[in-house]
């Protein structure tokens, strides 16, 4: 293991406040997933290698094929691939080289039009992950709300990290509203039950019925993330 994972781990372990209800395997085991999600973001997460040569994106490709066309002598394919990437990219100033970018891979385009990557098979996360994020995220699961540790670091915030943290943090005083509502309903914990009791909390006035019924829609998703995500 490269020895910044190590020194990162090693000062995790050394606070008295990194998960300290933890057992000692169960905290050297969070401390490295943490560091070395940490130093694997560093990584390039797609490429090709092409005639032994590392292709970094879609564009390098591109490129390259219209080289190898032009030394080939097939002038008409190179001036086809040229033309191509000219109308895909857009033409270019020399001064504006350097800001050319194609994304090469799978993404997950939001509904605001952002893309994060999400192709499982080569980094660590997946469509399913970032679909199951955006579902948290509508129903109010806040991180920062549900643990105050300064050193949790969460990559993506799927339903089994979002269960695993709620878990960790069930004895916090403020989980005491949450008990309560739990007694309540006559219900057991689980995060179904946790997103309903933060729905319940900003539940509208009026159109009551409404809500509640995305509530249950939006739950209901994280059964199945990828009929959300063809929502």
């Not at 560093?42 to 092409?50: A, D, E, G, T, V």
């Not at 080289?67 to 033309?83: P, Q």
Request: no cysteine; net charge negative.
């Amino acid at each position: 293991m490269p020895k910044p994972v190590h020194d990162m781990v090693d000062k995790m372990l050394a606070d008295k406040s990194f998960y300290p209800n933890k057992s000692k395997e169960d905290r050297e085991s969070t401390a490295w997933a943490i560091a070395y999600s940490k130093y694997n973001k560093r990584k390039k997460k797609s490429y090709w290698i092409i005639d032994g040569k590392l292709i970094k994106t879609a564009l390098d490709v591109k490129i390259y094929q219209a080289k190898l066309a032009d030394s080939l002598g097939k002038f008409k394919k190179a001036d086809s691939i040229d033309n191509l990437i000219r109308l895909s990219y857009h033409d270019y100033d020399d001064d504006e080289e350097e800001n050319w970018h194609a994304q090469s891979g799978e993404y997950w385009i939001d509904q605001y039009g952002n893309a994060q990557y999400a192709d499982s098979d080569v980094g660590n996360i997946g469509h399913d992950d970032l679909a199951e994020q955006e579902i948290l995220s509508k129903l109010g699961y806040d991180t920062e709300e549900v643990s105050d540790n300064p050193y949790q670091e969460i990559e993506v915030l799927n339903k089994f990290v979002a269960n695993d943290l709620l878990d960790d943090n069930m004895h916090r005083s403020h989980m005491r509203s949450y008990h309560d509502y739990l007694a309540e309903q006559k219900q057991e914990h689980d995060l179904h039950n946790y997103l309903r009791f933060l729905r319940r909390r900003k539940a509208p006035k009026e159109n009551a019925d409404k809500y509640h019924h995305e509530t249950e829609t939006l739950i209901k998703g994280l059964n199945d993330a990828r009929t959300f995500a063809r929502q």
